[in-house]
């Protein structure tokens, strides 16, 4: 590659003053090998070894990147762009570098934007690699799903690393959690689902085997690849693996040795090929990254002993990375593989979950505006992960749903239990994570004794749930008794404040050790014997300003001022170094002192980091039942939290039924009610699909229905779909026959004026129906609710540019996805479908879809619209009803009322709608003139006037009555050919 390619190639997008740096030499494999320093000569060589990743490269107190990966860093956390030498021939090649303590911080932001950096440290000091290169290696890779640093972890979110196989039109998908140790496999048919799971899992890295040459690329959020298949959502990050892992002897083997099992029988994975697929290659892949964080405190490990060097001293080493006990290598961050399928869970798609704003708004994706914003009262890290889980995945089994409200009920009632329960969650650490870390070997010092202090509150959350009756509470009941040991053990080892840093010392408390005790000792005695130096020499020597000092290069020191030094140099000392105003001295005695301290310094540092490496596997060794614990006490916040909402905002517990019944009285919008002042969200009532129940004979439903898609039918095929064709007569004899006694539809159309809340309430029912799924009590007076299997919504219309698609094919993309996979059991809620396109286009679709909906597939659907016109479908369709969201009118104004009552609106005020929004006066008031003139002459508000003793044919014929600018075609959807 030539220098100009490659700096264009780097330098894009980069600010004028950062490009004069980076003209030359902007990718490393540009330059002539042979002629550079030592030390960019191996950077260049790790470069090679490791090109999908950001390499920051430890020089003194600075991680530095050359090259293109300055000119990146540069640029992604606008750093200045300097230039080093690297060697005569060469010159200056671009440089970015970050302070070494800020490590954690820079990484998370460039991971949080899908690079990938491997750290390379220093594995010894500069002054023991007497002139030397500096002994570095690669310590860690980290990857935007490999994180187990605490600071770059988002405590209330999961961190998932996905892999995923495909295999025609069935995909195999595991997924894993390296902070919390979860490790989920499943495998589906059908591509769009594997987009749905992975747009519901939202991971932060998707790993995915080509046979691409240049293996080991990330694709960051956006960038698109041959490699990858339309049904891999393009903002994830991507990272391209070769094939090796994923075959199936090899990951099955994979799997049955790191979880030491002789089959996957018991991880319900032996007859999922896919599944084990995928699962084999995401563990290779955490594999490797492990070890490489393995190697790293491995390395640390011996940098302490002063293995490498030989030096007697550890260095005092700021950065906050830890370090590994060869115990701690055998153990793991991920729990053993459970196979999980689609269909345990309430099926929400993405755009369901984008519409109910389930864990962000639609419109700006804010947390707050969010049901989770609304229902989040948990008081640890835990708790909030699971609470956006559970909101995620709502359940299907109306035992599960009963177990998590029969807790919630017990704390609704007994509110000083739950309250005391807040009170002790709130002294809970993230046990999961820190079980996390320790099972890796990365916790610190500190970790653990969180860890601790969290495993102390157990046996006091049990005698607090004793007596109590419901499961989630009972199964705090018994702590393992090993945990409340093992809290107790790191108690009585681990001082009650540990420093940050390992290398530190000061981490094992007095009497644990006696070595350390005596150790301790001598190093104390040591360096009293110095603190008396200075008041003995000035004794001795009479000189009364002799001081003892201590500095990093030579040591301790014996200072006398330049004026005293001059007249008489004491007996045994030895003249150090002189400065402007004193001298300074060694003795025998003092040198020998300090070498003792150093060495048992020494000594101590390394036993205590042996003890705490032993505490720390001994933790390790229980990550998993202290995560089934923490899991428990997740859940428990959660519920604690769902009580107090139900408490404080007067929810009621919904019934809940296998059936097809949705009944609520007086509901409310769970979000807009907590947004609006108190008592100023006006209730609504929802009935829907009780037909079953109601009719009591269904067979004879049945019959009923077929009449009317039979009436309808035959009027179709002679009169067009001329719907006003049908005799009201029939019609009413119809619902006679079918609806006795009084069952809920259906389908609803839901119609009213602009900003009259028909949106609120169709979200509304959507998201009582999840929360009551999820377990959690609901806005309702009462509520007794059906399990349904999928939530399906249609609202508003937005542009997808990102996949070129236009709001008009977005919105048909979703009614078609609706109307293929909705059954019965659905509920299905639309808003203005057919709103895109011209009006009569639009009102023949939104038309046939309600009616597709209430007679095919006779899913529960709440349909909003400004069609007044399908309020027809009513008076056809035995279980479609008309409802409206009611206002009030005045001469000069509409008060909205926001109730929804029965009976179909004829009017949309838009007008009106338009003025409050504050369109210009002169706009409203043409607006109400072409109003006038389109009422007066459109052929459709014509027939809708006359009904259906028009005679459309006639006035069809004569074309009289249209104005002479619109085609016949489009107004005429109601009349004959
Ligand atoms: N039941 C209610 N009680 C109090 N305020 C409500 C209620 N329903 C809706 N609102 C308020 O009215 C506003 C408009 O509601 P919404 O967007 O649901 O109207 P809409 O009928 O769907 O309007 P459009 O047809 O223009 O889309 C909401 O932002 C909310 O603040």
Same mark, same amino acid.
């Given at each position: 590659?030539?220098?100009?390619?490659?700096?264009?190639?780097?330098?894009?997008?980069?600010?004028?003053?950062?490009?004069?740096?980076?003209?030359?030499?902007?990718?490393?494999?540009?330059?002539?090998?042979?002629?550079?320093?030592?030390?960019?000569?191996?950077?260049?060589?790790?470069?090679?070894?490791?090109?999908?990743?950001?390499?920051?490269?430890?020089?003194?107190?600075?991680?530095?990147?050359?090259?293109?990966?300055?000119?990146?860093?540069?640029?992604?956390?606008?750093?200045?762009?300097?230039?080093?030498?690297?060697?005569?021939?060469?010159?200056?090649?671009?440089?970015?570098?970050?302070?070494?303590?800020?490590?954690?911080?820079?990484?998370?932001?460039?991971?949080? @934007?899908?690079?990938?950096?491997?750290?390379?440290?220093?594995?010894?000091?500069?002054?023991?690699?007497?002139?030397?290169?500096?002994?570095?290696?690669?310590?860690?890779?980290?990857?935007?799903?490999?994180?187990?640093?605490?600071?770059?972890?988002?405590?209330?979110?999961?961190?998932?690393?996905?892999?995923?196989?495909?295999?025609?039109?069935?995909?195999?998908?595991?997924?894993?959690?390296?902070?919390?140790?979860?490790?989920?496999?499943?495998?589906?048919?059908?591509?769009?689902?594997?987009? #749905?799971?992975?747009?519901?899992?939202?991971?932060?890295?998707?790993?995915?085997?080509?046979?691409?040459?240049?293996?080991?690329?990330?694709?960051?959020?956006?960038?698109?690849?041959?490699?990858?298949?339309?049904?891999?959502?393009?903002?994830?990050?991507?990272?391209?693996?070769?094939?090796?892992?994923?075959?199936?002897?090899?990951?099955?083997?994979?799997?049955?040795?790191?979880?030491?099992?002789?089959?996957?029988?018991?991880?319900?994975?032996?007859?999922?090929?896919?599944?084990?697929?995928?699962?084999?290659?995401?563990?290779?892949?955490?594999?490797?990254?492990?070890?490489?964080?393995?190697?790293?405190?491995?390395?640390?490990?011996? @940098?302490?002993?002063?293995?490498?060097?030989?030096?007697?001293?550890?260095?005092?080493?700021?950065?906050?990375?830890?370090?590994?006990?060869?115990?701690?290598?055998?153990?793991?961050?991920?729990?053993?593989?459970?196979?999980?399928?689609?269909?345990?869970?309430?099926?929400?798609?993405?755009?369901?979950?984008?519409?109910?704003?389930?864990?962000?708004?639609?419109?700006?994706?804010?947390?707050?505006?969010?049901?989770?914003?609304?229902?989040?009262?948990?008081?640890?890290?835990?708790?909030?992960?699971?609470?956006?889980?559970?909101?995620?995945?709502?359940?299907?089994?109306?035992?599960?749903?009963?177990?998590?409200?029969?807790?919630?009920?017990?704390?609704?009632?007994?509110?000083?239990?739950?309250?005391?329960?807040?009170?002790?969650?709130?002294?809970?650490?993230?046990?999961?994570?820190?079980?996390?870390?320790? !099972?890796?070997?990365?916790?610190?010092?500190?970790?653990?004794?969180?860890?601790?202090?969290?495993?102390?509150?157990?046996?006091?959350?049990?005698?607090?749930?004793?007596?109590?009756?419901?499961?989630?509470?009972?199964?705090?009941?018994?702590?393992?008794?090993?945990?409340?040991?093992?809290?107790?053990?790191?108690?009585?080892?681990?001082?009650?404040?540990?420093?940050?840093?390992?290398?530190?010392?000061?981490?094992?408390?007095?009497?644990?050790?006696?070595?350390?005790?005596?150790?301790?000792?001598?190093?104390?005695?040591?360096?009293?014997?110095?603190?008396?130096?200075?008041?003995?020499?000035?004794?001795?020597?009479?000189? +009364?300003?002799?001081?003892?000092?201590?500095?990093?290069?030579?040591?301790?020191?014996?200072?006398?001022?330049?004026?005293?030094? !001059?007249?008489?140099? +004491?007996?045994?000392?030895?003249?150090?170094?002189?400065?402007?105003?004193?001298?300074?001295?060694?003795?025998?005695?003092?040198?020998?002192?300090?070498?003792?301290? #150093?060495?048992?310094?020494?000594?101590?540092?390394?036993?205590?980091?042996?003890?705490?490496?032993?505490?720390?596997?001994?933790?390790?060794?229980?990550?998993?039942?202290?995560?089934? $614990?923490?899991?428990?006490?997740?859940?428990?916040?959660?519920?604690?939290?769902?009580?107090?909402?139900?408490?404080?905002?007067?929810?009621?517990?919904?019934?809940?039924?296998?059936?097809?019944?949705?009944?609520?009285?007086?509901?409310?919008?769970?979000?807009?009610?907590?947004?609006?002042?108190?008592?100023?969200?006006?209730?609504?009532?929802?009935?829907?699909?009780?037909?079953?129940?109601?009719?009591?004979?269904?067979?004879?439903?049945? $019959?009923?229905?077929?009449?009317?898609?039979?009436?309808?039918?035959?009027?179709?095929?002679?009169?067009?779909?001329?719907?006003?064709?049908?005799?009201?007569?029939?019609?009413?004899?119809?619902?006679?026959?079918?609806?006795?006694?009084?069952?809920?539809?259906?389908?609803?159309?839901?119609?009213?004026?602009?900003?009259?809340?028909?949106?609120?309430?169709?979200?509304?029912? !959507?998201?009582?129906?999840?929360?009551?799924? $999820?377990?959690?009590?609901? +806005?309702?007076?009462?509520?007794?609710?059906? $399990?349904?299997?999928?939530?399906?919504?249609?609202?508003?219309?937005?542009?997808?540019?990102?996949?070129?698609?236009?709001?008009?094919?977005?919105?048909?993309?979703?009614?078609?996805?609706?109307?293929?996979?909705?059954?019965?059991?659905?509920?299905?809620?639309?808003?203005?479908?057919?709103?895109?396109?011209?009006?009569?286009?639009?009102?023949?679709?939104?038309?046939?879809?309600?009616?597709?909906?209430?007679?095919?597939?006779?899913?529960?659907?709440?349909?909003?619209?400004?069609?007044?016109?399908?309020?027809?479908?009513?008076?056809?369709?035995?279980?479609?009803?008309?409802?409206?969201?009611?206002?009030?009118?005045?001469?000069?104004?509409?008060?909205?009322?926001?109730?929804?009552?029965?009976?179909?609106?004829?009017?949309?005020?838009?007008?009106?709608?338009?003025?409050?929004?504050?369109?210009?006066?002169?706009?409203?008031?043409?607006?109400?003139?072409?109003?006038?003139?389109?009422?007066?002459?459109?052929?459709?508000?014509? !027939?809708?006037?006359?009904?259906?003793?028009?005679?459309?044919?006639?006035?069809?014929?004569?074309?009289?009555?249209?104005?002479?600018?619109?085609?016949?075609?489009?107004?005429?959807?109601?009349?004959?050919?």
């Amino acid at each position: 590659m030539t220098d100009a390619a490659s700096t264009s190639e780097f330098t894009n997008g980069l600010p004028e003053r950062l490009v004069k740096h980076a003209v030359r030499y902007a990718d490393h494999r540009s330059v002539d090998r042979a002629s550079l320093t030592p030390m960019i000569r191996h950077y260049v060589e790790l470069k090679d070894q490791y090109p999908h990743a950001l390499l920051l490269y430890r020089v003194g107190d600075f991680f530095e990147t050359f090259f293109q990966d300055a000119i990146a860093i540069a640029r992604e956390l606008e750093l200045i762009l300097t230039a080093k030498d690297a060697g005569k021939d060469v010159g200056k090649v671009p440089l970015a570098g970050i302070p070494h303590h800020a490590l954690d911080r820079y990484c998370a932001v460039l991971v949080e @934007k899908g690079f990938a950096i491997a750290v390379c440290d220093q594995m010894e000091d500069a002054a023991g690699a007497q002139g030397q290169l500096v002994r570095r290696e690669i310590t860690r890779v980290i990857t935007p799903g490999t994180i187990l640093e605490e600071g770059m972890l988002n405590a209330r979110r999961n961190n998932f690393l996905a892999a995923v196989v495909i295999a025609g039109n069935h995909w195999g998908l595991a997924y894993a959690d390296v902070s919390t140790g979860e490790f989920l496999t499943t495998q589906a048919q059908s591509l769009e689902q594997l987009t #749905q799971e992975l747009l519901r899992l939202q991971p932060s890295e998707v790993l995915f085997p080509t046979n691409a040459p240049d293996l080991v690329s990330l694709l960051r959020p956006g960038e698109k690849s041959d490699h990858l298949p339309e049904c891999l959502p393009s903002q994830f990050c991507y990272t391209l693996r070769s094939q090796a892992p994923f075959v199936l002897s090899e990951a099955r083997y994979r799997l049955l040795q790191r979880f030491r099992v002789r089959s996957l029988e018991g991880m319900g994975c032996e007859h999922l090929p896919l599944a084990v697929r995928a699962a084999g290659g995401l563990l290779e892949y955490v594999e490797t990254s492990t070890e490489k964080a393995a190697g790293k405190d491995e390395g640390k490990r011996q @940098k302490a002993k002063g293995e490498s060097n030989g030096s007697p001293l550890p260095t005092p080493d700021s950065s906050p990375t830890t370090l590994l006990h060869p115990a701690a290598l055998q153990t793991f961050p991920l729990q053993p593989l459970c196979t999980y399928t689609l269909t345990e869970y309430l099926v929400i798609d993405h755009q369901t979950r984008r519409n109910l704003e389930i864990t962000q708004t639609a419109r700006d994706g804010t947390y707050h505006g969010s049901l989770l914003w609304a229902l989040d009262k948990t008081v640890t890290a835990m708790g909030s992960r699971a609470l956006r889980r559970w909101l995620l995945q709502p359940l299907l089994q109306v035992k599960q749903i009963h177990d998590r409200q029969e807790t919630i009920a017990e704390l609704v009632e007994n509110g000083s239990l739950r309250q005391t329960l807040q009170r002790l969650l709130k002294q809970i650490y993230d046990m999961e994570r820190l079980a996390g870390r320790a !099972g890796s070997g990365t916790a610190n010092a500190r970790d653990l004794v969180a860890l601790a202090d969290s495993l102390d509150k157990l046996p006091d959350l049990g005698r607090l749930v004793e007596g109590t009756r419901s499961r989630y509470l009972q199964d705090l009941q018994t702590v393992p008794p090993v945990l409340e040991h093992l809290g107790q053990h790191l108690h009585a080892h681990l001082v009650e404040t540990p420093p940050l840093y390992l290398t530190d010392g000061n981490l094992i408390r007095p009497g644990v050790n006696a070595q350390l005790d005596s150790l301790r000792q001598q190093v104390d005695a040591d360096q009293e014997w110095i603190r008396n130096l200075e008041v003995v020499e000035r004794d001795r020597t009479g000189i +009364p300003t002799l001081k003892v000092g201590y500095n990093k290069t030579f040591g301790y020191y014996i200072s006398i001022s330049r004026a005293k030094a !001059g007249q008489q140099i +004491p007996d045994g000392y030895t003249r150090k170094q002189t400065l402007t105003n004193e001298e300074r001295y060694i003795t025998q005695d003092l040198k020998e002192r300090e070498n003792r301290i #150093q060495l048992a310094q020494e000594s101590l540092n390394h036993l205590e980091y042996e003890i705490f490496a032993e505490l720390r596997s001994q933790v390790g060794e229980q990550a998993e039942l202290i995560r089934t $614990v923490a899991r428990s006490v997740a859940a428990i916040d959660v519920l604690c939290g769902l009580a107090e909402v139900a408490v404080y905002q007067g929810y009621c517990r919904p019934e809940m039924l296998a059936n097809r019944e949705i009944q609520i009285l007086e509901g409310r919008h769970p979000v807009v009610e907590q947004s609006l002042p108190a008592g100023f969200f006006v209730p609504n009532s929802t009935e829907l699909g009780s037909r079953e129940s109601g009719a009591g004979n269904r067979e004879a439903e049945e $019959v009923g229905e077929a009449e009317v898609k039979g009436k309808l039918k035959t009027q179709n095929s002679l009169e067009t779909r001329r719907v006003h064709g049908v005799a009201p007569s029939e019609l009413a004899l119809l619902k006679t026959q079918n609806s006795s006694p009084q069952p809920s539809p259906d389908l609803i159309v839901l119609t009213g004026p602009n900003a009259s809340g028909k949106s609120c309430y169709l979200r509304q029912v !959507g998201l009582i129906q999840l929360m009551a799924q $999820v377990g959690s009590f609901v +806005p309702a007076q009462s509520t007794t609710l059906g $399990v349904c299997d999928r939530i399906f919504t249609r609202v508003g219309a937005v542009d997808d540019l990102a996949t070129g698609q236009s709001t008009f094919m977005v919105e048909m993309n979703e009614t078609a996805n609706i109307l293929n996979h909705a059954t019965p059991r659905s509920l299905v809620l639309l808003d203005e479908i057919g709103r895109g396109t011209a009006t009569f286009d639009g009102l023949s679709i939104a038309w046939a879809v309600a009616e597709h909906l209430a007679t095919e597939i006779r899913a529960r659907t709440i349909f909003a619209t400004h069609y007044h016109e399908l309020n027809e479908l009513a008076s056809i369709l035995p279980n479609v009803a008309n409802y409206q969201v009611v206002v009030k009118e005045l001469p000069d104004q509409i008060i909205f009322l926001h109730k929804v009552q029965p009976g179909g609106a004829d009017r949309s005020y838009g007008i009106e709608a338009g003025r409050l929004a504050g369109l210009p006066a002169s706009v409203i008031q043409r607006a109400r003139q072409v109003m006038g003139q389109i009422e007066k002459h459109s052929k459709i508000a014509i !027939g809708l006037r006359k009904g259906n003793q028009t005679n459309h044919s006639t006035r069809e014929k004569n074309g009289e009555i249209y104005p002479v600018d619109q085609p016949i075609e489009q107004l005429d959807i109601f009349s004959e050919e």
